[in-house]
């Protein structure tokens, strides 16, 4: 037997008598359907299921193994899709050979991953061995009978079916060229032909019986005939072992993350044999560990993968077809009502009664119908539209203006939904009876009317008038409310339209706006060749259409281009018919042929890019390359007729009528792809390629794709073809012309992502799954572009998605078997293992919280089960893995306790489910996690003021720190929560809500949960009142007037304070109603001549400070305003003044002493007396 040898990389040098042993590869993915692994002094080579050898590219290893094999079968199959196996030499599909000396000896195995190549003295080889260039040849070689049989594997269940590969002998005198008949198989008593037999190897493969044809033995012998002669078997013969039939009753976890790893204990059995126990999951083997009879355990290998294929076309239209669009509207007003109250001064009369309204249709007469209930002389709009709900169209709104300066007197607007009318009717007022108008004021009145009338609905039917050569065809009436269907089969009547299709996205109002519930239109495209081109518009007779001032109105949407189309008109005399195209004859075809069999015929010309469409008796041709048929394109006409009892037929040439100009342009120009960064915070990456030419070749695409930051590799295929029925990319409407498809696999690379400068890739090929879908720039593609309706957007290129990527968000369901001969037969009785996709976290809330920990975050993304997301999981860069328990789950969210950490850092958060932290961190799958920062615990040192009235709007500034910006950074007084104002890292503001009065907690935090509070009390007080304050005047140097302030509300804290202007002094607390304040100095220069009758409280006459103070003489003075505050920031707005004045100075007494029994007057001369009303035990005269 030859083989052609396929050498693909550098060759390797192995010692044929060292041991070849495959360090580290043990968790690596490898194949193991190898057949024959061939190893000489300096090359190896590979042959998967008997297939040609295949030289290894690399050293041998799994992955070496594993390029041999994806190497060889995308050869003969692009788009095979084959799943990685762990390699192992001690699997029944591996049988490695050794070349010494030009024999081929089996080598010996020590482990799934060691073999040596030094055959005994006594061994006999297998195959002589000879090289020849660039060819391997096997040659047979007569093979003496061997001790014994040897039976792989020599045990299967009790159900049978095993696949026994029985080596050890084959007898001299037969090879497969001598014997005809195949060997024959004995298991026990029963005989029956091998399934497999390879004489170059020397073994055959038997197929063992269930042990219920063997009378259920647990053993049975086993011996073989290779000449297929019953006589001729070796009485040697082997014992096979029946086991009984594994069944598998649970897993434990059942579920596990598509990354693999899972340690799944595997309970049922019986398990034995322990050396040859597999786990199976679906298709992918793995080597169990034995436990005992009843259980055994293996680790879940990776789930798989799906490659993304997109499509990227571009192309130009043979035909793209003309959009008229119809619209048929109408005048578009609202109808309003307007009432208006006139007169000055007006109100309710004393029962609350102003006006009554009856509605359009009501009666004005008692008894009154239609009418609204008493409204008021300035109703609100919702009281109006709830007083009209029950007469009026449901929709109606009321808008409400006022009329006059006074605002007494108001105007409604009632405003009825669009083709709502009364006919010209309005509301009317209530004049009359005891519901007659009951407006007080100054000529109080009320009117109504009709301010504008609502438009007509649309209705009646029109007509659509067609030209087609010079001839004129009309519809037949048309409804204003036609249906899409009703609109084609009106249109397709007219013998000039052959087939159209229509459809009414959108209505319109009468200024082009969406959603008039009254206006229709339909989008018409004439999607035949026997339309092609720019064709005239239709035109609409709109005399029997009805509603206010309703027109049709038709705009060319598309305009229509084709290449040149050509017409050939078939008479109904004519018999046959025969197409010709360069002088190259078609067959001949009957009267009214379709056009699929004339289309048929001209492409048996070799002329698959024509398109031939059929209207009637006419057929209509196009090339869809642009290529003309001018000249080119001819029919003959047969004309038969019986005579004399045979028919005779006459042909005639018919010249082609060229119908529509050539309009259309071909194919040409570039075009860019764009990779999406959604999410990418690489600022030097590229995702955009360069201008790519529509004839690039798929090496060019390949090479653009590549060069882009988030594309590792992709592969390129293209179609193209002139004929019309292949490789059409789909359009709505029209013909396609040239067009080219690149479909684009983005080849994933099972790896894990990486970490760079701590910064993670946010999205690459390598492990992305469903990507995002490519964006073309088509704005440099030339050709004839198409549109998917009136509305949309032409376009001449598109991407499509192919075939939906899946990575790690993708999991599924396989069944787990479990095989205890080395993976000959697997268990029937199975159960199912889940692959959960990996949790991806979208976000993280609040993304920060103390140091101390135990903040309550919620995590929210994609893929999270109860299975897949059993804990929060802590991370960073030189900080170590902590897993927090999920305390809750919703829909896609659940809720973690953060736990407490070292110091202030960054750190990500990712989910992940059974398979523990341990696991998780070996898969490396990094990038399928959120961050959360640890600050420093906030510290409150100063909060100012300390307190506030209980109706809150208190701006209350907390220092302390470290602060940061954030929207959740809030205040919390008591237990209501307000918003906070960062104002630097050590201070921010909140307001104080409206709070109960007491003593209350006042806290902040930083992420709204963890909330730091402050060691004092905040104290809400009662509002504070001044009702008034004695004396209202005072000397301005000498101060220090003690002024009593009486009210309600005082406090006795040390930031009780007086203002006197913008003067702050300290109060001194004597009862809740009273305290005391000094008045602060004023200097001189401060002070201005006064009137005192003119100063006042709240700067009104009725709040004089000196009642019986006259004009003149004037005085030296300064009024400022006075207010009391409880927690020395919310002064009170009382509107007390206390009057500053000239110090008195005494320059004479008229006596200086009297009897002491008082009664004595005494005249004081002096200055700047002011108002002074009395003096002690005296009588004081004012003097200047």
């Known amino acids: 037997m030859r083989f052609l040898l396929s050498a693909i990389l550098p060759i390797i040098i192995w010692s044929t008598t060292a041991d070849l042993t495959l360090a580290a590869a043990n968790n690596e993915d490898a194949i193991n359907k190898t057949r024959t692994i061939i190893i000489v002094s300096d090359k190896t080579w590979i042959s998967f299921n008997n297939a040609p050898l295949v030289e290894i590219d690399d050293e041998l290893h799994p992955l070496s193994v594993e390029d041999a094999y994806n190497n060889y079968t995308l050869h003969y199959n692009d788009s095979a899709r084959y799943q990685v196996q762990p390699f192992s030499f001690l699997s029944p599909y591996v049988d490695p050979l050794c070349v010494v000396d030009g024999k081929a000896f089996r080598a010996n195995v020590y482990g799934s991953f060691n073999i040596s190549c030094s055959p005994a003295a006594d061994d006999y080889p297998l195959v002589d061995w000879t090289e020849d260039d660039d060819e391997i040849c096997l040659e047979n070689d007569p093979l003496v009978p061997q001790k014994d049989l040897l039976l792989q594997p020599n045990h299967g269940p009790q159900s049978g079916g095993t696949r026994v590969k029985v080596s050890g002998i084959i007898n001299t005198e037969i090879s497969s060229s001598s014997s005809d008949q195949l060997p024959l198989c004995k298991f026990g008593n029963d005989t029956f032909p091998a399934i497999e037999v390879n004489w170059n190897s020397g073994y055959i493969v038997c197929t063992s019986p269930p042990s219920s044809s063997t009378g259920f033995a647990s053993s049975i012998k086993v011996d073989i005939s290779m000449t297929g002669d019953v006589d001729s078997f070796t009485d040697i013969g082997v014992i096979f072992q029946y086991d009984t039939d594994v069944v598998i009753k649970s897993l434990r976890p059942a579920s596990g993350p598509v990354t693999g790893g899972t340690l799944i204990k595997v309970h049922g059995g019986p398990f034995q044999n322990r050396d040859e126990i597999i786990c199976r999951f679906d298709e992918k083997d793995v080597i169990a560990t034995y436990h005992d009879e009843n259980e055994v355990s293996c680790v879940s290998p990776i789930f798989g993968w799906v490659d993304e294929v997109q499509r990227v076309s571009v192309f130009s239209m043979a035909n793209s077809p003309e959009i008229q669009t119809i619209s048929a509207t109408v005048d578009d007003y609202h109808e309003v009502h307007t009432c208006q109250t006139f007169g000055e001064d007006l109100s309710d009369d004393e029962l609350g009664r102003g006006f009554r309204l009856v509605a359009p249709g009501g009666s004005i007469e008692y008894p009154l119908t239609r009418h609204t209930r008493w409204l008021h002389f300035n109703e609100s709009v919702e009281g109006m539209e709830d007083a009209l709900s029950d007469l009026l169209p449901g929709g109606f709104w009321v808008n409400r203006t006022t009329t006059t300066s006074s605002q007494s007197t108001f105007k409604w607007d009632i405003v009825l939904p669009k083709t709502s009318t009364y006919g010209g009717e309005t509301l009317h007022v209530v004049n009359t009876g005891g519901g007659a108008v009951k407006l007080k004021g100054t000529n109080a009145s009320i009117s109504c009317n009709l301010s504008q009338m609502g438009t007509q609905r649309l209705g009646g039917h029109f007509k659509l008038s067609f030209f087609d050569n010079g001839s004129v065809e009309e519809t037949r009436p048309i409804p204003y409310n036609s249906t899409n269907e009703e609109m084609k089969l009106i249109l397709e009547e007219l013998d000039g339209i052959d087939r159209v299709f229509v459809d009414s996205s959108v209505t319109l109002d009468s200024n082009g706006a969406t959603g008039n519930d009254e206006a229709f239109q339909w989008h018409v495209t004439f999607d035949s060749l026997k339309n092609s081109g720019d064709i005239p518009l239709l035109i609409a007779d709109t005399s029997p259409l009805e509603g206010s001032n309703a027109s049709i109105n038709i705009v060319e949407s598309k305009k229509g281009a084709s290449h040149a189309v050509y017409k050939i008109d078939i008479t109904a005399n004519v018999s046959r018919f025969r197409i010709t195209i360069a002088g190259s004859e078609g067959e001949e075809l009957i009267f009214g042929a379709s056009a699929e069999e004339v289309m048929e015929s001209i492409h048996n010309l070799g002329r698959g890019s024509i398109v031939v469409e059929k209207y009637r008796s006419e057929y209509y041709f196009l090339d869809i390359m642009g290529d003309t048929l001018e000249n080119d394109l001819y029919v003959d006409l047969f ?202 976290v979208r976000n993280v809330l609040p993304a920060h919280g103390s140091t101390y920990g135990g903040t309550k975050i919620k995590v929210t993304g994609d893929n999270f089960s109860r299975d897949s997301a059993q804990s929060c999981l802590f991370w960073g860069s030189g900080v170590s893995f902590t897993a927090s328990p999920v305390l809750s789950y919703g829909m896609a969210e659940i809720t973690c306790a953060v736990p407490a950490a070292m110091e202030p850092q960054l750190v990500s958060v990712s989910i992940i489910g059974s398979e523990g932290t341990k696991q998780w961190i070996e898969s490396g799958w990094t990038k399928t996690g959120g ?75 930083q992420n709204g949960q963890d909330y730091e509070e402050f060691r004092s009390s905040f104290h809400f007080h ?133 009897p002491s029994n008082g009664g004595t007057p005494v005249f004081i001369g002096g200055s700047h007396f002011g108002e002074i009303s009395y003096c002690l035990s005296a009588t004081c005269m004012s003097s200047s």
């Open 1022 to 1154: 009662n509002v504070l009142r001044v009702d008034g304050i004695s004396p209202v005047s005072g000397p301005s140097r000498t101060a220090g007037t003690n002024v009593r302030v009486f009210g309600e509300n005082f406090v006795n804290t040390t930031s009780l304070l007086c203002r006197f202007g913008s003067v702050v002094v300290p109060a001194i607390f004597h009862r809740s109603s009273e305290i005391h304040c000094l008045s602060p100095p004023l200097h001189d220069s401060e002070l201005s001549w006064i009137e005192l009758p003119d100063q006042t409280h709240n700067g009104t006459s009725s709040n004089e400070l000196f009642p019986s103070s006259h004009f003149h003489p004037q005085y030296l003075g300064k009024l400022v305003s006075f207010e009391v505050a409880n927690n020395g920031h919310d002064f009170t707005n009382a509107g007390f003044s206390f009057l500053y004045q000239k110090d008195i100075q005494v320059h004479t007494l008229s006596r200086e002493e009297g």
């Open 639 to 840: 004309y038969c007729e019986d005579s004399d009892g045979s028919r005779v037929c006459t042909s005639e040439p018919q010249d082609v009528v060229t119908h529509v100009a050539d309009s259309a342009t071909t194919l040409d120009g570039d075009f860019s792809l764009q990779y999406p960064s959604k999410g990418d915070s690489c600022r030097t990456c590229r995702h955009s390629t360069n201008r790519i030419s529509v004839f690039a070749t798929a090496a060019e695409i390949e090479a653009a794709l590549e060069e882009l930051s988030l594309v590792s590799d992709v592969d390129v295929t293209i179609t193209e073809s002139s004929h019309v029925r292949r490789y059409k990319v789909p359009v709505r409407s029209g013909i396609l012309g040239v067009n080219r498809n690149f479909y684009i696999r983005f080849v994933q690379q099972e790896l894990s992502p990486s970490m760079h400068d701590d910064e993670m890739i946010s999205y690459s090929t390598y492990f992305a799954g469903d990507l995002p879908q490519l964006i073309i720039n088509r704005d440099n593609v030339r050709g004839t572009p198409t549109k998917d309706s009136a509305i949309s957007e032409e376009y001449n290129a598109l991407v499509t998605e192919i075939v939906k990527g899946a990575d790690l968000n993708y999991g599924g369901s396989v069944e787990l078997s479990v095989s205890i001969n080395g993976g000959a037969d697997f268990s029937k009785r199975n159960t199912h293992y889940e692959y959960n996709a990996i949790p991806i």
């Open 931 to 1005: 961050t959360f920062y640890y600050h420093d615990p906030i510290e409150i040192t100063h909060v100012t003021p300390n307190s506030a009235e209980t109706t809150g709007g208190t701006d209350i500034m907390i220092q302390g720190g470290t602060f940061f910006p954030d929207e959740r950074l809030s205040c919390m007084f008591g237990a209501k929560v307000v918003p906070a104002l960062f104002v630097n890292p050590r201070e921010v503001s909140c307001t104080t809500p409206q709070h109960a009065a007491g003593l209350y907690s006042v806290s902040v935090t």
